[in-house]
């Protein structure tokens, strides 16, 4: 009986040739070049790593070939577009977020959306198995943890058979995860090698002169930290908006949900004095990634741009989904006395 039950229910660089084919020569520096304001550990040099500690973790992935890719993308941009550095970084992670992320994203919201649609069918199943368990136990004479196991067991077989039947695995909405966080990282290292002088990069000391100047408003130097703490404040503050739209989005939330969100409630909160510690370059880059992050989610809750994506409708969805939101912010941090 029970086993019927599944039947039922079922990279090229032409350009710039910035790879030589041994280790850059460092110029001499220059009365012109004033000293780095940045701490101690930001200037670390992973240009002259010698033997003893070329394995260091960090070492070699400031040296690996994602962080190399990643820096010759900054230096195509920066060429291309012919922008001051504050430009070409922000030009950089739109085009990156946009291209990659974006598609990404809209995948996740279209996994899950299926996922969300299996549901009403799960609890069907559930139902029935439980009572066909029940029957069996009684007929076999299993105990309740037996028929507890039985039943868990069987469970999980039909809703995987479920998610294979519609293609839409919850893990697969984790790609976005998988490719987005590593790209943050590649990214702030490369940033960081190119604000140190410390990358392998034939333009690298060039490069850091010219971020040293490449800045605009109160960050003109994009190698020095922002003491006005402007950027870091502005990371903590966009990074717990997106936080709060999820969370006033998820109604009901469970317990694991629920201290996930107060986790990434304190991750926001402590980027602030991180980003404080990191040349400005760095923290521009996570503020134009933050931002993009924000207009991400607020443009993946327009239902045309999910029918756009054909994301399926689910019982969730709402036809004004940004009055909505704003309603629930209001009733939540505004009107609360």
């Known amino acids: 009986m029970l086993c019927r039950l599944s039947v039922r229910w079922l990279r090229p660089r032409p350009a ?38 070329a394995g260091g973790w960090y070492e070699a992935l400031a040296t690996s070939a994602p962080v190399q890719g990643a820096e010759d993308v900054l230096l195509f941009a920066h060429t291309a577009s012919g922008l001051p550095w504050w430009g070409s970084i922000l030009l950089t992670t739109v085009a990156l977020r946009g291209a990659v992320t974006l598609p990404l994203a809209a995948y996740q919201h279209y996994i899950l959306a299926k996922v969300e649609n299996l549901q009403p069918e799960i609890k069907n199943i559930a139902r029935h198995l439980n ?8 007929q076999l004479g299993w105990s309740k ?26 893990f697969k909405a984790t790609v976005l995860v ?48 922002d003491s006005t703490w402007i950027l870091p404040v502005s990371i903590g503050v966009i990074n717990l ?5 999820f969370a006033l989005q998820k109604i009901g939330m469970s317990r694991f949900q629920t201290y996930i969100t107060y986790f990434v409630r304190a991750v926001s909160v402590l980027m ?3 980003a404080a510690t990191v040349p400005s370059s760095i923290v521009l880059y996570w503020l134009c990634s ?3 992050g924000l207009s991400q989610n607020l443009l993946l809750r327009s239902p045309r741009f999910r029918q756009l994506c054909r994301i399926p409708l689910t019982k969730s969805d709402s036809d004004t989904p940004y009055k909505d939101l704003f309603a629930a912010f209001y009733a939540k941090f505004i009107s609360r006395k």
């Open 131 to 138: 009572q066909d368990v029940a029957v069996r136990a009684n």
């Open 241 to 245: 908006l997106i936080v709060e739209i």
């Open 290 to 292: 933050s931002l993009m």
């Open 16 to 53: 710039l040739h910035l790879r030589g084919l041994g280790p850059p020569v460092a110029p001499a520096p220059t009365g012109g070049v004033k000293p780095s304001t940045l701490p101690l550990w930001a200037v670390a040099s992973v240009s002259a790593v010698g033997p003893s500690d």
């Open 272 to 274: 602030i004095p991180i």
């Open 178 to 225: 998988w490719i987005q966080l590593p790209m943050w990282i590649f990214m702030s290292v490369a940033l960081r090698n190119f604000s140190t002088g410390a990358t392998h990069s034939e333009a690298g000391f060039s490069v850091q002169e010219h971020l040293a100047t490449g800045g605009v408003l109160w960050f003109p130097d994009l190698t020095a930290l």
């Open 145 to 170: 943890r037996a028929a507890r196991l039985t039943y868990l067991k069987t469970m999980r077989r039909l809703v995987s058979e479920l998610y294979v039947r519609d293609n839409c695995h919850p």
